[in-house]
């Protein structure tokens, strides 16, 4: 059985991520600040709810400790848990969005790090964003050059940092990124595009079911390997 830990997964992507990686058979263990619906999520999925907020560092002690305590280990962990921050660029707003895009991966992994070394497979896959790529910003052909979303960009260029620079360190655990592809949910509602979030689910759980011989520190999307 594989045990999987997903954050943000009460909705969109991370709800869809889940859903699938149940339906294949996985352990999955449904990340969420809000218990209620959390709970709800878990219920409904057949997946295990454990109360986790990326960006305060005793939820996240707490949820790998409860994952531990009752499997003994982790083989898949998906860094879903994240934010448009697309308001005001100020020193406040910066902080949350890195707190919450790029913040939040060390201290969850950081956490993690002991559950995957037990795994014979352990896999990391960070939900970051073509946005944080320079080359598809600063390419007039993507429709990312003509999206003024600073604090969005530059923290899911430092979430994808994150996961070479893991994947550097830690050469036994699998550490990729995915770019999930414009996708219909709470955080795009307000640009009214995006495709089905089950759709985008699957570039994720691609990544999420690598076996141990694959590519390591990367970002992907739905094609392959991009550029960034």
């Known amino acids: 059985m594989t045990i999987t830990l997903i954050t943000g997964a009460n909705k969109g992507i991370g709800y869809e991520t889940a859903k699938q990686l149940v339906e294949r058979g996985h ?16 219920a409904d999925l057949g997946a295990r709810f454990v109360r986790l907020d990326v960006t305060d560092d005793a939820s996240v002690r707490e949820a790998l400790a409860t994952v531990g305590a009752a499997e003994g280990r982790l083989d898949v962990l998906v860094h879903n848990a994240g ?7 100020d020193g406040p707003g910066a902080l949350r969005a890195f707190d919450t895009n790029a913040v939040g991966i060390v201290r969850v992994t950081e956490a993690a790090l002991p559950l995957l070394r037990e795994s014979s497979n352990p896999t990391v896959v960070t939900v970051s964003s073509s946005m944080g790529s320079f080359w598809a910003v600063t ?4 429709p990312e050059s003509g999206l003024p979303l600073a604090l969005y960009a530059a923290s899911k260029a430092a979430a994808t940092m994150l996961t070479v620079q893991y994947a550097k360190a830690h050469p036994g655990i699998k550490f990729n990124a995915v770019e999930p592809g414009a996708t219909a949910t709470d955080m795009t509602a307000a640009f009214g595009i995006g495709r089905p979030a089950e759709q985008s689910a699957r570039v994720v759980v691609r990544l999420a079911t690598l076996g141990p011989d694959a590519p390591t520190g990367t ?3 739905e094609n392959g390997l991009l550029r960034w």
């Open 219 to 221: 970002l992907q999307d």
């Open 83 to 89: 934010i448009l921050a697309a308001g005001d660029i």
């Open 27 to 42: 352990t999955v263990y449904v990340g969420a600040r809000d218990t209620v619906r959390g709970e709800k999520a878990a």
């Open 139 to 142: 390419n007039p052909e993507r």
